[in-house]
């Protein structure tokens, strides 16, 4: 058994020492906070009100989830070098209710971090906030294992659940909808409806006695709980490339929980969000209206034989001779194509510089307009830069990806090389800085 020891004055808890805490207890079997006597400075509170403090805001809600450093591909397609957290909670009161599950790939683990909160008790409920298969992978072991429970979801997470288990759960399910409550003695869980955040039968839960937002996947992020980042930028990745499409139906679910006092957000992947909350949700009202959240160029480029990469490094040095601002230059043949499309939302200009390619556009170009198109790009202003050797096409075909998106501004100046830069190409350059800048 791996035991961690938390010491500290703890006078009083704070919300702070209660998500080292829970971070702590996903990584160790047991926690052990020390309280420790300080005798050179005058207690807020005894040491006997310090424990009972500790003792009441850590009792109700646990961490059962796990993360998953076996995994190098999300979804088959985004890299994770820092794993996955596939997070699941429990609430222990008279009624006790398990709110979601995680991928198949952890059930075992899952199951036995449940047994071990719950230390002989039966479940009585299992919230199912999303059918997707890396949270609700383990329903049916749940079944198997509490054969008494009730699902607890609304129409359509039975009509999927059907699907992905072949059960018929009619006798065990509970259908909510918008608005609903479910008494577990002292805590009361609410749902909230929140439709292509993002598949169809998404909803979050509130509980309003520590109110505490289970968010589904909302304000989650990739990378392991043990994995000391930057939460922002795993974050980021992971809305653009996942949520990104469905901002609409994310600014609807902001809105509709504006009106809850949310002290604790708990997703289901990434830490439990316990301070700053506003900087989370100013970031995913930005990312969900799809502003640019720095003001800024990201140049996207590839080349064939390194010419476009010689004559973007010389419109790297004119753009950054020209302004102050953030200018990030980003080779899509050799990148994690979803940090790319992170890049390309977070600042405020784009440019793509791309050699032709079979009457179009070289492949990788073609991929990452596809992915900006189909991930609703929009608000955003886009200059070109094509080579061509003898019959430039790069720059039309990138100009036709460009114009399916919304509100992208194409500048007027088209940058075209043959082969190799030249003075006159730098000369168009200048011209092309200018405009991209103003």
């Keep these: 058994m791996a035991t961690a020891v938390y010491p500290g004055s703890f006078d009083p808890i704070t919300l702070g020492h209660l998500d080292i805490i829970k971070r702590t207890a996903a990584v160790f079997d047991k926690v052990i906070i020390g309280v420790l006597i300080n005798k050179s400075k005058q207690p807020l509170f005894s040491i006997e009100e310090r424990v009972d403090l500790i003792k009441e805001v850590t009792k109700d809600i646990t961490y059962v989830g796990c993360d998953d450093k076996t995994l190098d591909l999300f979804e088959s397609q985004y890299i994770i070098p820092n794993g996955i957290a596939y997070n699941a909670y429990v609430i222990m ?7 979601d599950t995680v991928d198949k790939r952890k059930t075992d683990e899952w199951l036995e971090n449940v047994e071990k909160v719950l230390d002989g008790k039966t479940p009585k409920y299992l919230v199912v906030n999303h059918m997707e298969p890396d949270h ?13 429970i009730t699902l607890v979801g609304n129409k359509k997470t039975f009509l999927f659940l059907k699907q992905f288990t072949g059960l018929d759960l009619e006798a065990t399910s509970k259908v909510v909808a918008e608005g609903d409550t479910l008494e577990l003695g ?54 653009f490339n996942i949520v990104g499409k469905y901002g609409v139906p994310v600014q609807g679910l902001l809105k509709k929980t504006s009106k809850l006092d949310i002290q604790i957000i708990c ?3 990434g830490p439990v969000l316990t301070e700053n909350l506003g900087y989370y949700l100013d970031l995913y009202n930005t990312w969900s209206t799809y502003q640019a959240e720095t003001d800024g160029v990201f140049v996207a480029y590839c080349s064939i034989h390194g010419n476009t990469t010689e004559a973007v490094g ?3 040095e004119i753009l950054k001779s020209k302004t102050d601002k953030e200018v990030v230059v980003t080779d899509l043949s050799r990148c994690d194509m979803a940090e790319a499309i992170e890049d390309a939302f977070r600042y405020s200009k784009l440019i793509v510089a791309a050699p032709s390619y079979d009457a179009g556009v070289f492949p990788v170009m073609a991929d990452f307009l596809h992915h900006l198109k189909i991930k609703a790009y929009q608000n955003r202003k886009v200059a070109i830069v094509e080579n061509g050797s003898w019959a430039p096409t790069a720059a039309r075909t990138m100009k036709g990806y460009l114009e399916e998106m919304k509100n992208v501004t194409i500048c007027d100046t088209v940058v075209t090389i043959k082969s190799k830069a030249t003075e006159d190409t730098y000369k168009e350059m200048e011209k092309l800085a200018d405009e991209i800048l103003a």
Aim: hydrophobic fraction near 40%.
């Design 186 to 239: 002292t805590h009361t869980l609410s749902f909230v409806m929140a439709p292509m955040v993002h598949w169809p039968e998404v909803m979050v839960t509130y509980d309003s006695t520590d109110k505490v937002l289970f968010s589904a996947d909302a304000f989650g992020k990739f990378g392991a709980l043990d994995t000391d980042e930057d939460w922002a930028c795993e974050a980021r990745r992971y809305y």
């Design 314 to 316: 010389k419109l790297e």
């Design 136 to 148: 609700s992978g383990s329903v049916d072991a749940c079944l198997k294992k509490y054969p008494e």
């Design 93 to 99: 009161d008279e009624n006790i209710a398990l709110i």
């Design 267 to 269: 997703p289901t992947h």
